[in-house]
């Protein structure tokens, strides 16, 4: 079992970057975990983003965020990072982290834990 808690969301300017945080808590070690993020915008559905593997050696974009979004990990602080450059107002959504023991991908359905979100808002 583990809980995820996202950090890092807010307001940005069109153009700048943010990072995003996912801090892991679990009595197992962090690399029991490959965590992917998605995001949610109003009226669409949940969208992957990224994932890292267990150990952090791959990763693994959806194709409209490779080059732009970047995405690592931290075992010893138990906390993987998103960090999204060259933001869009499209980029406006609720970003989740989620984690699974078993999965290193980017199909929703495979993750069976995930954090409660945070709101980016980017502004043209």
């Known amino acids: 079992q583990v809980r995820l808690f996202e950090r890092g969301g807010g307001l940005a300017q069109g153009g700048s970057s943010l990072t995003l945080s996912c801090e892991m808590s679990?009595?197992?070690?962090?690399?029991?975990?490959?965590v992917g993020w998605f995001r949610q915008a109003p009226g669409k559905e949940r969208e992957f983003v990224a994932a890292?593997?267990?150990?952090?050696?791959?990763?693994y974009f959806a194709d409209s965020f490779e080059g732009r979004f970047s995405i690592s990990r931290d075992n010893g602080e138990a906390t993987v990072w998103l960090k999204m450059d060259s933001l869009k107002p499209e980029d406006s959504a609720i970003y989740y982290c989620?984690?699974?023991?078993?999965?290193?991908?980017?199909?929703?359905?495979?993750?069976?834990?995930w954090g409660q979100g945070t709101q980016v808002t980017v502004s043209s």
């Open positions: 989620a984690a699974s023991s078993q999965y290193f991908g980017g199909d929703p359905r495979a993750f069976g834990a």
């Open positions: 890292i593997s267990w150990s952090g050696t791959e990763t």
């Open positions: 679990s009595a197992f070690p962090a690399n029991t975990y490959a």
